[in-house]
């Protein structure tokens, strides 16, 4: 068993009681960054890498799950090109893996680490220079979760699809090299209090056209954080985010975080996460 200490971004309520807010703002040269009406605390853990034991981690057991299959698009440079050659194929993967029935893909990230900058940061008109999401969090709330069926498919056929089980899940893998350099940790989900009132806290996420739902995440000393040092191109995980199914593991709180083992001439990270409705018959 290999195990670091490390220092993850947990999140504090608002003083004041008010419902937690993360706004994009534009600067003057359109960057963007995020502002926030919480604060942030750093808490010490322990994470365990799980290389030589990765295929005992499940999406329904723990929130999450490793696999090792190159992709055919290489570059990750151009936005349309990754709609047009990457999209196709995760969308055969993830059903080929999950025996869903149909996957609709929404959104993607390409994160490229610049030491220095605000992770908070991304450059004006792009979604590939995005920094490491160095805080804890699941990317969709369940009343995003539905929210998102409605945007993304027709009226008719989202009624349908909210009567069956459906998930949202992020396909998450380096590119170009290994991604030692702030890899991402996973919460296992048998270790977090689900419960209202628990360890995670729905947060608007106010962007430039729309406002979406996130959950925050509390520290709770009984978190166990697993990761799998050093993953390569041709390795990638299933991250849950949301699932209408009882009885299983229902997101898995992520995060990046500066592991203490990474050599120190290791390239900086580079990788893409796709998010989709994954639906099942």
């Not at 055919?72 to 993830?94: A, G, Q």
């Not at 349908?160 to 396909?171: E, G, S």
């Not at 799998?228 to 849950?240: A, H, N, S, W």
Request: net charge negative.
């Amino acid at each position: 068993m290999s195990i670091v200490t490390a220092k993850l971004n947990y999140f504090v309520p608002p003083k004041d009681g008010s419902k937690p807010y993360q706004a994009v703002v534009e600067g003057p040269n359109k960057e963007q960054r995020l502002e926030r009406n919480y604060t942030l605390e750093q808490r010490e853990v322990e994470l365990e890498n799980v290389r030589g034991r990765e295929t005992e981690y499940t999406l329904d057991k723990n929130g999450f799950q490793f696999y090792k299959h190159a992709s055919e698009h290489t570059s990750f440079t151009d936005d349309d090109k990754i709609r047009e050659e990457y999209y196709p194929e995760s969308v055969e993967l993830i059903k080929k893996l999950t025996g869903a029935s149909q996957v609709v893909l929404f959104d993607h990230t390409v994160r490229r680490r610049v030491p220095d900058t605000d992770s908070d940061w991304r450059a004006a008109g792009s979604n590939t220079r995005r920094q490491p999401a160095g805080t804890v969090h699941v990317d969709q709330s369940s009343g995003a979760a539905i929210t998102r069926v409605h945007r993304h498919l027709p009226p008719a056929d989202a009624e349908a699809a909210l009567r069956r089980r459906f998930q949202i899940i992020n396909l998450w893998r380096p590119i170009r090299h290994a991604a030692l350099d702030w890899p991402l940790a996973f919460c296992d989900f048998r270790s977090v209090n689900a419960e209202d009132g628990g360890d995670v806290v729905p947060s608007e996420l106010r962007n430039t056209t729309y406002v979406g739902e996130t959950m925050s995440v509390k520290y709770n000393p009984e978190h166990r954080w697993k990761y799998l040092r050093g993953m390569e191109p041709d390795e990638f995980v299933l991250i849950k985010c949301f699932d209408s199914k009882d009885g299983v593991a229902k997101f898995t709180p992520h995060t990046a975080f500066e592991d203490p083992s990474t050599p120190s001439d290791a390239p900086f990270r580079e990788s893409i996460e796709l998010r989709g409705l994954v639906f099942y018959d």
